[in-house]
């Protein structure tokens, strides 16, 4: 048999034997890169670094310093927990173990629910089998045989998993004497090369994510090449613990979610209305200086509206139970963008009156599942700040670039300076998931490059994670902790102008098809604010939080001038509170610190003598004593300028 053809990132080419590995090759370039090999990377695809090379290649010796390495070596941290739990608890079943972003989970079907107790313990096994040097053993099985041999060992969901994903022939992976599990891997060489891991949380999941099916324990963990990387992120860990927007949300009386309403659903007290209305007023300021016209439409519609659409058969699974009224079926509405599309059609359009901008701060509902509602980050009912934008192919990448700097400046004026991009794809139309012709998405995809190419913005193309009816622009902001959170898109679709036969007059005096753009900057409303609680821990800038200001008499003697001091700063627009409560100052001082009150005007005798006020800063501390004027001036101009330090 003929030497393979080996071809190295340098652009070398080696010819080495049959049944030559990865990690033979890597030894021959450098002892310390084979020590530091994760895994390979074998005609663009991940590869075991024991694994015969079977072809010609083009091989690249993956280490920690490459970002794919993590996934895999994450993904064999699960399979060394599953293998730690079989060797403590022999009876469970297995489910599936996969990497994540932030560590891996795996699922276990087991008669008694695990224990933070027996979390310890399944991660002091854990450690004990790491030590061993235990190989991930990958070895070829016909389907047949693998079900047979599968059934044997009472692993229903395995037996479940190889029916409807394996080939003819497929993969498993052993660890040690009990762990033996249905798995593509790739996977690390041994467990040596594991350095550091922590097990985090036990919670319920649905088998394959549907409450129909049964509820499994997850165990959730995290690994990292190294100590000092996984110190890191569990100190993040603690820091995002304090910053708990459903921690802070109730603290700070913002929001709740009542049992009696029902789940996903968020009820805005007082103080959160005030925060929400800024967020509201700015963005819709915003629209009409950007040249959006803004519209409203309903929450509820015909059935028949959704399956023009196209979401009644795409989306169905997500949008609330039809409701029987007297003329037809009507649906919650899940999006606000057939609403736009309607008002556009309502009348005829010229090329002049092109680009039409239509945007609304919309209330949509989708059906959540119970096990994945999440505070104010994943709920039921929403307001977007949604805006449709119908165009011409000559507008199109202007409009984009537009809506990339309108997401820019969102960013900016909240306070976050950094974020990241993404293009999202399709896959060429070969799993017909996608509508449309191959050349509106080329065109698609062409505008939202050029875009980001205009702009200086990098984007990382994400393949086939494109909507059914077109590609898209996902930017994500880096928190205070160094988070990331999707936030805005900027969504490119040639479908629904098809689906509902839009038109405009062109300038040749013929009918033509308007392209359409869908754009969100918020996201959603509920989701923004919470992110907005968990970056500013609470502590929101003045220009959005609910008080601005707190009045704190010191004695009761000063209550009547304290009253005049809240009109005062009340006539200038400034939201203030007095607190005359009865009680020493410092006590005062303190409440007003815990509800995150960005000033503190403290009165005594002194103060209403003069007509000032002791200025006190809820990070800054005592500012010292100033006019009431002089305090208003201040502060005014602090909300005017909307800062974020």
Known sequence: MSDIQVKLPDGSVQAVPPETTPLDIARKISPRLADAAIVAKVNSRLYDLKRPLETDANLQILTPKDP???EVYRHSTAHLCAAAVLELFPETKLGIGPPIDTGFYYDFDRPEPFTPEDLEKIEAKMWEL??????????????????EKYRKMNEPMKVELIQERADDIFSEYTLGPHFIDFCRGPHIPDTSKIKAFKLLSIAGAYWKGDEKNKQLQRIYGTAWFTKKELDEYLHKLEEAKKRDHRKLGQELDLFSIQELAGPGLIFFHPKGGIVRKQLEDWMREAYLKRGYSLVYTPHVMRRELWKTSGHAGFYSENMFTPMELDDAEYQLKPMNCPGHVLIYRDRQHSYRDLPVRLGELGTVYRYERSGTMHGLFRVRGFTQDDAHIFCTPEQIE?????????????????????????????????SGKYEGKAA???????????ACDKLGIHATVIPDEAAFYGPKIDVKLVDAIGRLWQLSTVQFDSLLPRRFELEYIAEDGKKHRPLMVHRALFGSVERFFGILIEHYAGAFPVWLAPVQAAVLPITDKQAAYAREVEEKLKAA??????????????????????????????????????????????????????????FIRAVTAEIAAKLTD
């Open 440 to 450: 509106d998405w080329e065109l698609a995809e062409g505008s939202l490059r050029k």
């Open 68 to 70: 794919e390495a993590l």
């Open 573 to 630: 627009g400034v939201r203030v509170a007095v607190d005359d409560r009865s009680e020493k100052v410092n006590l005062k001082i303190r409440d007003a610190q815990l509800q995150k009150v960005p000033y503190m005007l403290v009165v005594g005798g002194r103060e209403a003598d003069a007509g000032q006020v002791a200025v006190r800063h809820r990070k800054r501390g005592d500012l010292g004593p100033t006019s009431v004027e002089e």
């Open 398 to 430: 202007d409009e984009i670039v537009k809506c990339l700097d309108f997401a820019a400046e969102t960013l900016k004026t909240f306070g976050f300076n950094e974020y990241k991009a993404e293009i999202s794809t399709w896959d060429g139309g070969a």
């Open 130 to 147: 790491q030590a061993k040097n235990l190989t991930y053993e990958r070895q070829l099985i016909p389907k047949s045989e693998g079900l």
